[in-house]
């Protein structure tokens, strides 16, 4: 983010149903990231950051880019490029601020995202959903041609998010994924991945690449699985559907690792 006042990331799940139309589904959520992170570059992670800049457009009184304004932004601006047809995604967004340490989301849709602390999972995001295995992107955070359009859509926008905020710690782990890694693994099984890879030591940036990518292969070898109890089939039994195994569909995961750098003030006697 702007003057390095925080980090935002991101995570958009195409709908896949798009390709019975010719469309490709990827083209919506593609964008919708290209131009979050457009708009990410210029926003600082809250209004308190002095600009560093001479031109006059970074001189100006810095502004706050929420997840929710970054997410309504990006989403606009898919809707006015000429080179996205159509087609519909979730919409996940998070920013953490690098002073302050507070986190920040906003949820769209049954993509989600989960906080681990001392090996524990402290909050796990709840999947949107109109009802069962009907999430909050169908048809929505869409761009659908008038020639497609048909009554009885169901709809919604970025003001329809789900916000959440929370000020992390040291050490704190948050997992972000789309609904192919919550619908076959259990929380706990997430944090039992992440706490496997952390002892494996690393770099930060190698631990974090690797947990994500184990996350994503755990995913993709447990919906393929007849044998356990999924997530998904957990969630249809209690809507009294049947359903066994794990639920194939794409998978997706970052990680982002906290770490806590203290500065300490310059010790040199300054020539006067």
């Known amino acids: 983010?702007?003057?390095?006042?925080?980090?935002?990331?991101?995570?958009?799940?195409?709908?896949?149903?798009?390709?019975?139309?010719?469309?490709?589904?990827?083209?919506f959520s593609q964008a919708l990231m290209y131009h979050a992170a457009r708009y990410a570059k210029r926003g600082w992670a809250d209004d308190?950051?002095?600009?560093?800049a001479n031109s006059t457009e970074d001189s100006m009184q810095p502004w706050e880019l929420t997840p929710e304004n970054c997410l309504e932004l990006a989403f606009n601006a898919v809707l006015r490029d000429t080179l996205v047809d159509a087609g519909s995604s979730t919409g996940l967004i998070?920013?953490?601020?690098?002073?302050?340490?507070?986190m920040k989301a906003a949820n769209l849709g049954d993509s989600g995202f989960m906080i681990i602390r001392n090996r524990t999972a402290l909050h796990v995001q709840e999947p949107q959903t109109h009802f069962f295995n009907c999430p909050k992107y169908e048809e929505q955070l869409s761009k659908i041609p008038r020639r497609m359009r048909q009554p009885g859509l169901i709809t919604d926008s970025p003001k329809?998010?789900?916000?959440?905020?929370?000020?992390l710690r040291h050490g704190?782990?948050?997992?972000?994924?789309t609904d192919g890694v919550s619908d076959n693994v259990w929380p706990q099984e997430l944090v039992a991945i992440s706490s496997v890879i952390t002892r494996q030591g690393g770099s930060e940036q190698e631990i974090a690449q690797n947990m994500a990518d184990t996350v994503v292969e755990y995913a993709m070898k447990a919906m393929h699985r007849k044998d356990r109890v999924s997530p998904f089939e957990h969630a249809a039994a209690l809507e009294r559907q049947r359903w066994?195994?794990?639920?194939?569909?794409?998978a997706t995961a970052l990680a982002i690792l906290v770490s806590e750098e203290v500065h300490e003030p310059s010790s040199e006697v300054p020539i006067v």
């Open 1 to 27: 983010m702007k003057d390095r006042s925080g980090v935002a990331v991101g995570i958009a799940d195409g709908v896949g149903g798009w390709s019975d139309s010719g469309v490709d589904p990827g083209v």
């Open 48 to 52: 308190s950051y002095p600009s560093s």
């Open 94 to 102: 998070s920013t953490f601020n690098a002073r302050s340490g507070l």
């Open 160 to 167: 329809d998010a789900d916000l959440y905020e929370c000020r």
């Open 172 to 177: 704190d782990i948050v997992l972000c994924y």
């Open 244 to 250: 066994a195994g794990g639920k194939v569909d794409d």
